[in-house]
């Protein structure tokens, strides 16, 4: 039996998904162009027994998610780039008491209140941590509905099975644009041991605190010690990513989300004229897919990162590729989404310049 495909708008569907994967408390704020998730919330919670509150700001929004992750439930809060901002304390608050939640981020232009037209000029916010102190979120990078929908529901699992922050990191072109989408194959929810959740005690064992104040410093090096050996495993085991053509590849061009869609035009572009090029598509921003760069810069003359920002991934494909290989970058920004032509013109220009 086929399974069922629906017509949904990203932001929408990111809403489904995260009902399906058990989320239950949802605390936001509206701001383009992630408001039809926040609008999508409000309108299912009160039908399936949730919760969905409007906080007074993005910083109240956040430290409500904080106050229900603490107490072991699933909960979500979504913003756009200037929002997330408002946020960063709270996160790193989240990441320092190792508590779960997803944290949605449909990007926008930028510095400043830049524009509404996506972009993906947040990526260091991202994956560099954006708040204060030692810590990770596992970003996730979807290029379609469908990976919006499928990688929701592995966000949740994840923040659940590490006890991180889990960030899906999409764009406004994401967020606005519509897609058929088959729910079926929305991972169902793992079930996780939260015995350190607040929850009350009926008296019979110890009290559990969720904190993040160390006045030890020793102690405090202890536990940011203990979860940097979290974030290695996440590191060695969570890494992900889409990749064709790059065993034989010339040039490899690589990008995530919608970007990534109009590198794969691009590519078939100049394919066609004969010039070997293969693509890496991370899915992982953090932990950035480090592994299949190293291996495809064993062959490969030169990389190309394709970016709708001044250039951030880039420096994260120096790193992965070490020196091996020149690494080049393209971007457009300020709400601009490159074209093919483009693209194709900027594959052009390295491949006449090889040996």
């Known amino acids: 039996m086929m399974s069922e495909k629906v017509l949904m708008k990203g932001n929408e569907a990111i809403g489904e998904a995260a009902i399906r994967s058990g989320c239950r408390h949802f605390f936001g704020y509206p701001i383009t162009p992630q408001t039809e998730l926040s609008a999508y919330m409000a309108k299912k919670m009160p039908k399936i027994g949730g919760v969905f509150l409007q906080a007074e700001s993005e910083v109240a929004a956040i430290n409500m998610v904080y106050g229900a992750a603490g107490a072991g439930a699933r909960t979500m809060t979504s913003s756009s780039s200037p929002g997330i901002s408002l946020k960063a304390e709270g996160i790193s608050y989240i990441a320092g008491a190792d508590l779960p939640c997803v944290i949605v981020n449909i990007v926008r232009g930028g510095p400043g209140l830049g524009g509404i037209q996506p972009a993906q000029s947040d990526y260091f916010q991202a994956t560099k941590g954006g708040g204060h102190g030692d810590y990770h979120l596992i970003v996730f990078a979807p290029n379609s509905v469908q990976e919006i929908v499928s990688l929701t529901a592995d966000a949740f699992n994840k923040a659940d099975e590490y006890r991180v922050p889990v960030m899906l990191l999409g764009d406004g072109t994401l967020g606005q644009m519509m897609e058929p989408v088959d729910f079926d194959s929305v991972p169902a929810p793992c079930e996780a041991d ?153 594959i052009r220009k390295i491949a006449g310049g090889l040996k």
């Open 194 to 346: 939260k015995s350190w959740a607040t929850v009350g005690t009926d008296l019979k064992r110890e009290h559990n605190i969720v904190n993040s104040l160390y006045l030890s410093p020793d102690k405090l090096e202890q536990t940011i010690i203990e979860r940097q050996h979290r974030y290695d495993i996440i590191k060695e085991k969570e890494q992900r990513w889409d990749a064709h053509d790059i065993e034989d590849a010339d040039i490899i061009v690589t990008s995530y989300g919608t970007t990534s869609r109009v590198v794969e035009t691009a590519v078939k572009m100049v394919r066609e004229e004969g010039l070997k090029v293969g693509v890496i598509r991370p899915i992982t921003l953090w932990p950035f897919p480090e592994k299949i760069f190293k291996e495809a810069a064993n062959t490969a003359k030169a990389f190309l990162s394709v970016e709708m920002s001044m250039g951030q991934m880039v420096e994260d494909v120096k790193l992965a590729v070490n020196g091996k290989a020149p690494v080049h970058f393209f971007g457009r920004t300020g709400g601009i989404i490159p074209t093919p032509a483009e693209i194709a013109d900027e």
